[in-house]
């Protein structure tokens, strides 16, 4: 079957002209007639004309895959992983992110006590959130709440006692996942009023491992779009050009990293919303297999497609967060029936014997900077001992509009009970996603999850042939953000295609997929390599990754504001 992945088209739309737009669409007439032509703008019309005859799989619930076994970490041997005592950043010509384990090491050495790390957080966040085009990366910090933890840390230090790698070391996480005593506003204005009794269960596995959670990061509404603009807390900027997007909708969790206030931040992905922002801002995010971190504790938005998963500076980084998080939680059925948590050979060096499939078609429906780029990462991988295999993976087009018709649809669900009297609280272009997603019928709903039962199917038929599969993460570099969708957004579907042209298949098939930095375009914006692999495999993801991370330069971002960098050079 030929490639049929679509490129969408229809106007760009900004300030009073999208208002209107917005306003009606969500009428009853002429609203249903413009709500036509949008479904089939977006590919919806035509799909909902195909016939598809699978069962549907209403959740990506991976029973039978077979993962390495009696090789398993459990939560206390992560918290016991040995110390990589590397050297400090260079000051020179010579960029490197500061990781988990440099904090881990100046605390052991005395060179800087947790207190005086979230000290200069504190001012640094303050300072990322002034000026004329602030970061809005961190918009939700507890100052006295984080001075205790760190307090306690540095105790704990004193004792000799640390609780783990982590202990001490600032992580943020996203407005839809509770924190114990902030508030959960999921990206809008009105929900959250009351502060979290607990912890979710990914954020009380990384409290218990000894981090400071230092607050909570920004994101796009509901997590409905990916450009990171909230009309509510602030367009989140890119910190390599503040000028551009950073993407979505884990944007400030994205770029918290990448600005250097914390190594790792808790993100999550119902449509490549940890991958995205990871690669625009040239980070590293993994999304793993369906149900491997619990969401017990993350705002109910998108049952089917919902991941959470970690953004990070380093794939070491990304991968002790995901070590920490991952595994059984009764709290979340799906979770249980996962295999062991490894992460066996993931620092190996070399990639003898793994075999990565590409889809030629697919992987260079790119523009010709990011074509350029990750073009450059196949001497790389083969470099490294990899095999790269030619495949062909149909349907692409059928399970893009399958996980945009589950992900809105879901959506729309959730906010069902706070619609009436909110609707115009939401931002716009989340206002147009919901307007859109209460016009999908059930009929079209179960013949999206009819396509996921078959796009499972020939994505673990491809991945019987290779390891995994490789592709950008994005279809573009981050956009700059226009002067005239400030402060309330716009619309831009051309856009939004390219940005999500890789992404949806992972959270419509739950298989694990992860983006890594693969370079830079001559303006020094990242771009990324998306890694989809079998389930339960993330160890072999983060181990490609980490072998290609060997041949990347990093680049200093514009923005770039690092706890760490009060240790004298």
């Given at each position: 079957m030929a490639y049929n992945l679509s490129k969408l088209k229809a106007p760009r739309m900004a300030g009073f002209a999208f208002k209107v737009f917005t306003a009606v669409l969500e009428s009853s007439f002429p609203g249903k007639v413009l709500a036509l032509k949008v479904l089939k703008d977006s590919g919806v019309t035509a799909f909902t004309k195909k016939t598809i005859t699978e069962d549907p799989t209403i959740l990506p619930l991976h029973l039978n895959a077979v993962s390495p076994r009696g090789a398993a970490r459990s939560l206390a041997s992560f918290m016991k992983i040995k110390l990589r005592h590397s050297t400090e950043p260079s000051r020179g010509d010579t960029f490197r992110y500061f990781s988990i384990d440099d904090y881990a090491v100046a605390y052991r050495k005395g060179t800087i006590t947790p207190v005086e790390a979230a000290e200069r957080l504190i001012t640094l966040v303050d300072?990322?959130?002034?000026?004329?085009?602030?970061?809005?990366?961190?918009?939700?910090?507890?100052?006295?709440?984080?001075?205790?933890?760190?307090?306690?840390?540095?105790?704990?230090?004193?004792?000799?006692?640390?609780?783990?790698?982590?202990?001490?070391?600032?992580?943020?996480?996203?407005?839809?996942?509770?924190?114990?005593?902030?508030?959960?506003?999921?990206?809008?204005?009105?929900?959250?009023?009351?502060?979290a009794a607990e912890d979710a269960e990914c954020v009380r596995r990384l409290r218990e491992a000894g981090a400071i959670l230092f607050g909570k990061t920004n994101m796009h509404e509901i997590g409905i779009g990916v450009t990171g603009l909230n009309p509510h807390f602030g367009v989140v900027r890119n910190p390599h050009n503040p000028d551009n997007y950073t993407g979505g909708s884990s944007s400030g969790s994205a770029a918290a990293v990448a600005a250097g206030l914390c190594p790792g931040a808790v993100g999550a992905d119902g449509g490549g919303s940890i991958r995205i922002p990871a690669a625009l801002c040239g980070v590293t995010g993994l999304k793993p297999t369906?149900?491997?971190?619990?969401?017990?504790?993350?705002?109910?938005?998108?049952?089917?497609?919902?991941?959470?998963?970690?953004?990070?500076?380093?794939?070491?980084?990304?991968?002790?967060?995901?070590?920490?998080?991952?595994?059984?939680?009764?709290?979340?059925?799906?979770?249980?029936?996962?295999?062991?948590?490894?992460?066996?050979?993931?620092?190996?060096?070399?990639?003898?014997?793994?075999?990565?499939?590409?889809?030629?078609?697919?992987?260079?429906?790119?523009?010709?900077?990011?074509?350029?780029?990750?073009?450059?990462?196949?001497?790389?991988?083969?470099?490294?001992?990899?095999?790269?295999?030619?495949?062909?993976?149909?349907?692409?087009?059928?399970?893009?509009?399958?996980?945009?018709?589950?992900?809105?649809?879901?959506?729309?669900?959730?906010?069902?009970?706070?619609?009436?009297?909110?609707?115009?609280?939401?931002?716009?272009?989340?206002?147009?996603?919901?307007?859109?997603?209460?016009?999908?019928?059930?009929?079209?709903?179960?013949?999206?999850?009819?396509?996921?039962?078959?796009?499972?199917?020939?994505?673990?038929?491809?991945?019987?042939?290779?390891?995994?599969?490789?592709?950008?993460?994005?279809?573009?570099?981050?956009?700059?953000?226009?002067?005239?969708?400030?402060?309330?957004?716009?619309?831009?579907?051309?856009?939004?295609?390219?940005?999500?042209?890789?992404?949806?298949?992972?959270?419509?098939?739950?298989?694990?997929?992860l983006s890594v930095p693969a370079g830079y375009t001559p303006e020094k914006l990242p771009v990324g390599l998306q890694i989809i692999g079998r389930a339960w495999e993330e160890s072999l993801l983060l181990r490609i990754a980490a072998s290609l991370e060997t041949t990347v330069t990093p680049s200093k971002p514009k923005i770039y504001l690092s706890p760490m960098d009060i240790i004298p050079s």
């Open positions: 300072a990322s959130n002034s000026g004329s085009k602030p970061l809005r990366a961190v918009i939700k910090m507890n100052k006295e709440d984080l001075r205790e933890q760190a307090a306690a840390s540095a105790e704990r230090f004193k004792q000799g006692k640390p609780l783990s790698i982590l202990d001490g070391v600032p992580i943020g996480v996203k407005d839809e996942i509770d924190l114990k005593g902030y508030t959960t506003s999921v990206g809008t204005s009105f929900l959250g009023q009351n502060t369906y149900a491997r971190i619990s969401e017990h504790g993350a705002a109910p938005l998108c049952w089917s497609v919902a991941h959470l998963g970690p953004i990070a500076a380093t794939v070491r980084d990304t991968a002790i967060l995901y070590g920490i998080m991952a595994g059984t939680d009764s709290k979340m059925e799906a979770s249980t029936i996962q295999p062991d948590v490894d992460l066996l050979k993931i620092e190996k060096k070399d990639l003898q014997g793994v075999r990565l499939g590409y889809y030629p078609e697919w992987f260079y429906d790119c523009d010709k900077d990011t074509q350029g780029i990750v073009n450059k990462t196949f001497a790389s991988l083969e470099d490294l001992g990899a095999e790269l295999v030619k495949v062909e993976i149909p349907e692409l087009e059928e399970m893009r509009v399958a996980q945009l018709i589950s992900i809105v649809s879901e959506m729309a669900a959730a906010m069902n009970p706070y619609y009436q009297k909110h609707r115009k609280d939401f931002g716009l272009d989340t206002r147009v996603n919901l307007a859109i997603g209460r016009r999908l019928s059930n009929m079209d709903y179960i013949l999206a999850q009819r396509m996921r039962t078959r796009a499972i199917a020939i994505f673990n038929t491809v991945l019987t042939e290779v390891d995994a599969i490789i592709t950008p993460m994005t279809g573009i570099p981050a956009p700059p953000i226009p002067p005239d969708a400030l402060p309330d957004g716009e619309s831009n579907l051309p856009m939004l295609s390219d940005i999500m042209r890789f992404a949806s298949m992972g959270n419509l098939t739950g298989l694990p997929a």
